[in-house]
């Protein structure tokens, strides 16, 4: 096994990166690099004259970085997209592609405090260098700014009442540890989904610490500005918070995904959305990652 595919499998590998459309000097973008192997992917469709810009906050995923000229890794929250581009001189961008949500990688690290399955800090922190930790959040949020994070973010029914009694926890012993968040959620998940229940709660407070649909928000904003016409957005979503973002914004052009209409009745769009694309059975069983994963492309006019 690779080293690349031990720290991450990509989802639809070669789907996302075909509607990527690339020509052999083509300048894209891979805002979410991880592992590296859509990039990788992207490399072998560019000769010397194109290039290939990669995006992540989380050091780990620099040593993933290939040396090539044709390549450039940039250590930074893709909601900075614009200002990293004119730093390095490029107006306009033939294709992006964003693979969201988290990496195997940090599933997988028993240190990062982002599964379950380890009894690791509570961090979930993507970038480690900055901002608050889960523990953080869960120690010194108000009972309503929770509530709102778990109703919000994991779609949950006992959103309030995980909230107070969390409120309730933390005031006999501080949240340090992934079990101290498993102890106190355990009444509010029934064990015929014990496990689904813990995942939103988990997914929720990891949106929240890491900022991820705000950051998600800003750097569509961004692309709809660096892609000429013909330039392809290729998205691939693993839930239906961001999915809905960025089918609204395919469709209308804007976050809000407020619809204008030309005097004929037609919808008014920078972007042609051109199809959306599921994993094929065979990598849903081999990659159970990308079991709940869309693939959206759109075209800029």
Known sequence: MSEQTVYHTPVMLNESVEG??????????????????????????????????SFDQDEDAEKNAPDDKRFTFVRGNFRFLYNFMRYYGVEKIDALLADLGVSGHHFDDE??????????DLDMRMNNRAGRTAADLLNEASEEELARIFKLYGELNCSRKLASAIVKQRAQKPFRKVSDLIEVSK????????????AKIFQALRIEINQELESLKEMLEQAKELLPAGGRLV????HSIEDRIVKNFMKSGNIEGEITKDFFGRIESPFEAKKVMLPTPQEQESNPR?????LRIAIKK
């Open 20 to 53: 990527m459309e690339i020509e052999k000097d083509s300048i894209c973008v891979d805002v979410t690099f991880g592992g590296g192997g859509h990039s990788r992917r992207i490399l072998e469709e560019l000769d010397n004259s194109g290039h290939l810009y």
């Open 111 to 120: 240190t990062r405090g982002f599964s379950f399955r380890f009894d690791a």
């Open 187 to 198: 009444p509010f998940c029934p064990p015929q989904r014990e496990k689904k229940e813990l």
């Open 235 to 238: 998205v691939i979503t693993y």
């Open 290 to 294: 990308s079991r709940s994963a869309k």
